[in-house]
């Protein structure tokens, strides 16, 4: 009888072995668990963990039981194991309330009308009810000893411009801030930058000619980060965010997130070239300047989007199949690497074909940064 415990415990060092030192982090962003079993789960951890992933980031909603038991298959294969949770995007549930969520400059409010799409469900960053929300809900992940870090996503506006390459798939023509996609004109907004600035924001003809409202808005976000940071630091955990490329070339301008003040502990720019009719080394400008933006102080792990059908990118239509084809794959990650990156994350290793997996792992094991 006493012979099994120990053949499992051989059994689980083969199934979790670990791979030969990689040089480059690489995280992956992955949704789950679905219906899939721990001894499902396992495999995938596993086998992903072979390919040279270090740390998931890890999708699967708000319930603390979810996490807790994907997070200790993680942690037993040997993975870093982050929750990564959506912040101001909100689906109507019981706790929220319809009057919390962001109103636009025409009045309507993405509750029961979003901007572009049906999960843009934001809710306005300037209310006590969402820091409570909030701190409660990554608190209670935070909590977990299978949780080494919270992951924010959609912490920001909606976006006032999209991204160049979506303009075609939503018919939009995005050269000005529209008010019908500038957020928030919530009483509370309107009223607190009346009462901080002197500004009526509601009878300026132009609002995006306004910098003082432009600056209210950022330190809307960056406030609220650095409140879930204190919360999540408390737990001794790690917390960091998805972020827009830039900070200031994209990300302040496009959604409102000067994350550069955000009190974090790393940072995950979605470099995603295709969205900006973009190529690889584009991908090295916008780590090279959200390094510089962090003064280096804090690691910085370039968002690849990867093309989950090769063959059918040319006449793909939506930009949301596009993205790194196994030719670029190399290329993206030598851009990030050279220009300060301390790693890369996949979106998503769900999207990776064997050829893209082929050349990962030798990139992986390359010295990009020169003998410095
Ligand atoms: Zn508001």
């Known amino acids: 009888m006493k012979k099994i415990p120990f053949l499992f415990g051989i059994m689980f060092l083969v199934s979790c072995k670990t791979p030969e ?12 668990p679905g219906k899939a079993t721990d001894a499902v789960l396992k495999a ?12 998931l980031m890890y999708s699967a909603g708000q319930d603390p039981a979810v996490y807790k038991r994907a997070g ?15 912040s101001l995007t909100q689906n109507y549930n019981p706790k929220m309330k319809p009057e919390w969520y962001a109103v636009n ?21 300037n209310r006590q009810e969402i820091y409570d929300y909030l701190d409660a809900m990554y608190g209670s992940i935070a909590d977990l000893p299978e949780v080494d870090g919270i992951h924010l996503d959609f912490i920001r506006f909606p976006d006032v411009i999209l991204a160049k390459g979506l303009w075609k798939k939503y018919g939009l023509v995005m050269d000005r801030e529209f008010p019908q996609f500038d957020y928030c004109y919530c009483d509370k907004c309107v009223s607190d930058f009346k009462a901080q600035t002197g500004i009526d924001i509601k009878s300026v003809k132009d609002p ?18 650095n409140h879930l940071a204190e919360t999540v630091h408390a737990r001794n955990k790690e917390i960091n965010a998805a972020v827009f490329p830039g900070p200031n070339s994209i990300a302040r301008k496009i959604v409102r997130q000067e994350w550069d003040k955000w009190n974090l502990d790393a940072f995950y720019p ?15 400008e916008m780590c090279r300047e959200g390094v510089t933006a962090l003064n280096n102080e804090k690691p910085l792990y370039s968002g690849l989007f990867i093309c989950p059908d090769p063959a059918a990118k040319a006449s793909e239509p939506d930009p949301e199949n596009h993205g790194l084809l196994p030719g670029e794959l190399e290329a993206a990650i030598r851009e990030s690497v050279s220009n300060g990156a301390a790693g890369i994350c996949l979106f998503t290793p769900d999207r990776m074909t064997e050829e893209d ?16």
């Not at 950022?218 to 980060?225: G, H």
């Not at 979605?270 to 090295?284: P, R």
């Open 270 to 284: 979605m470099n995603y070239n295709d969205f900006y009719l973009e190529g690889t080394a584009w991908i090295g």
């Open 357 to 372: 997996w082929v050349v990962l792992e030798k990139a992986l094991r390359t010295n990009y940064t020169g003998n410095k």
């Open 44 to 55: 995938q951890f596993t086998d992903l963990k072979d390919k040279g992933i270090v740390r």
């Open 208 to 225: 995006s000619e306004v910098p003082e409202w432009k600056q209210f808005r950022y330190d809307l976000i960056t406030r609220l980060v």
């Open 72 to 86: 200790k298959i993680a942690k037993d294969c040997g993975l870093q194991f982050h929750a990564w949770i959506p």
């Open 105 to 125: 400059g025409i009045g309507e409010s993405a509750y029961d009308k979003p901007a572009y799409a049906d999960h843009y469900h934001f809710v306005c960053p």
């Open 21 to 32: 030192e990689t040089r480059i982090p690489c995280h992956a962003w992955l949704g789950g």
